[in-house]
């Protein structure tokens, strides 16, 4: 009996070669790198072996020549290590990466088929070394240059060079982090954020499945590190990992909402001491007991913010309100001196300095400022300095893709991904700060800026299609959400042409 299974893969990789560079709705779209045209020849060579191995074990059992097992057994093995390399490449690599072995799973991963569509050869063992750091620990400068002059030798740039670069990002946030250099660490961490934010939207042709995992995975911990629990159930069930799913459940159970069904099981997969600890928490917070409990948030949490430690969207508006409270000449329990209290100028300064030093704390950790219930003296101030600073800051980074169509102004692979994902993290800091309603406000603008910077890339050359898909489809979504309809037809036709890997 012919084995049908490695036929039918056969056909249809040989199809999908067939079918050209077609990147039209709906078809398919092939490389034609080096790597692609290699795993089809090893598919070839496999289902070959396939057939052997059938035709051996077929002649044993007809002549009952069981000598010949060895060779049966030698083919088997055969077999199963071409399936290895052709199908499950990404997974085994992965499973070495975490044990920490960087420079074994990259000269691996140089030797594999992995990625063959893409054909991301560089990119792809930076990757898988630069996870092996991350589970080793410890990375040091030195390490971190050699994975980025690995990175360099790329020269396909779509979604695992992107995945690449942002946890090169990440790992120097890292080494930031254990240096105490807050302010370094909080950028180099936004890069990360936002670089692998842009994986989300890129199409899947541009991106390995498994790739795109990662990507989510690292903003579910990413977000639950900073205590935006909310984004941990961005991730489609597709693309959610095991840790993911897990995490999952414990917001919904704390929302009060029935964990899903294969949320329950990943727990129970992953038996993770640190995930049972969160269900163990208590879902209401307790809220102070009387001032000086309150005094003991405050100062709590103020201290933290200043040293850059993440701070949540709760807590960050609860600081505020205790802030409004706690410095109002009029509150019985003021922090005020009471000599100054009727100094109006003089409170009026000391409530300038600190907003001014809260305001640049947020800027970079965000707060959801428009949620807040009650303005005080402090928290508008902040609102009024956070609104102009990140208005002023969007319009700057829009003039700029403007300016940047203007010229047909084009850079290397590192700043056209790090341009393209700051703008859409610019307006997303826009909306979770002043809310939906700013967001409608400056649609407009920003659909025309980033939208010049999509067809930039798109159509001057190098073309960089993949990265202008991701563009485009930030668009179109926002589009559908504001119900502006020109926008999304226009969207759409131009997520059309880039949705190949050319």
């Not at 560089?122 to 990375?139: D, E, K």
């Not at 000391?350 to 402090?378: C, E, M, T, W």
């Not at 067809?455 to 119900?483: C, D, G, N, Q, Y």
């Amino acid at each position: 009996m012919l084995p049908i299974g490695p036929i039918v893969l056969l056909v249809r990789a040989l199809s999908s070669a067939s079918s050209g560079t077609s990147t039209s709705a709906g078809s398919k779209s092939f490389s034609g790198t080096s790597r692609a045209v290699f795993w089809i020849m090893g598919l070839v060579g496999w289902a070959t072996m396939i057939l052997l191995t059938m035709l051996i074990a077929s002649d044993c059992i007809a002549s009952r020549a069981w000598h010949d097992v060895a060779w049966l057994a030698s083919f088997a093995l055969l077999d199963v290590v071409g399936a290895c390399g052709l199908f499950f490449a990404w997974p085994i690599l992965r499973a070495i990466a975490r044990r920490g072995r960087p420079t074994l799973v990259y000269r691996l991963a140089h030797l594999s088929l992995i990625f063959p569509w893409t054909g991301e050869t560089y990119a792809g063992a930076t990757l898988l070394a630069g996870i092996a750091f991350a589970h080793r620990g410890a990375v040091t400068k030195k390490e971190v240059a050699w994975l980025q002059s690995r990175l360099e030798k790329e020269t396909r740039f779509l979604g695992t060079f992107g995945a690449a670069y942002a946890l090169i990002e990440a790992l120097k946030a890292k080494r930031a982090r254990d240096k105490h250099r807050t302010r370094a660490a909080v950028e180099h961490a936004q890069r990360a954020r936002t670089l692998f934010g842009t994986l989300t939207y890129m199409s899947p042709r541009a991106i390995p499945k498994g790739v795109l995992r990662f990507a989510y995975e690292y903003l579910a911990l990413d977000d639950a590190r900073l205590g935006h629990w909310g984004g941990v159930l961005l991730a489609p069930k597709s693309d959610a990992t095991t840790v993911v799913r897990a995490l999952g459940g414990w917001v919904r159970d704390r929302e009060d909402e029935k964990p899903k069904p294969w949320e329950i099981r990943a727990r129970k997969k992953l038996a993770s001491p640190v995930v049972e600890g969160l269900f163990t928490r208590p879902k209401e917070s307790t809220a102070p007991k009387d001032a000086t409990e309150a005094r003991a948030h405050l100062a709590r949490d103020y201290h933290a913010l200043l040293r850059g430690e993440p701070l949540g969207p709760r807590a960050s508006l609860n600081l505020l309100a205790l802030l409004d409270m706690f410095t109002h000449p009029e509150y019985p329990e003021t922090l005020l001196p009471e000599e100054i209290r009727s100094d109006e100028a003089l409170v009026d300064s000391i409530h300038d300095d600190l907003a001014r030093s809260l305001q640049d704390a947020f800027l970079r950790i965000g707060v959801p400022i428009y949620a807040l219930k009650n303005i005080g003296p402090i928290s508008a101030r902040v609102y009024q300095g956070l609104e102009a600073a990140l208005l002023d800051e969007l319009k700057t980074a829009l003039d700029r893709c403007n300016e940047h169509k203007k010229l047909q102004h084009r850079r290397d692979a590192f700043a056209e991904w790090l341009e393209v994902s700051y703008v859409r993290a610019v307006y997303r800091r826009v909306e979770f700060t002043l809310g939906p309603e700013a967001a409608a406000r400056v649609w407009r603008p920003f659909a025309y800026g980033y939208c010049n910077l999509g067809v930039l890339l798109s159509e001057t050359w190098p073309r960089s299609r993949p990265l202008a898909f991701a563009i485009f489809r930030v668009l179109s979504l926002e589009a559908h959400r504001f119900k502006d309809e020109e926008q999304a037809r226009q969207q759409l036709h131009n997520m059309t042409v880039t949705s190949g890997v050319h």
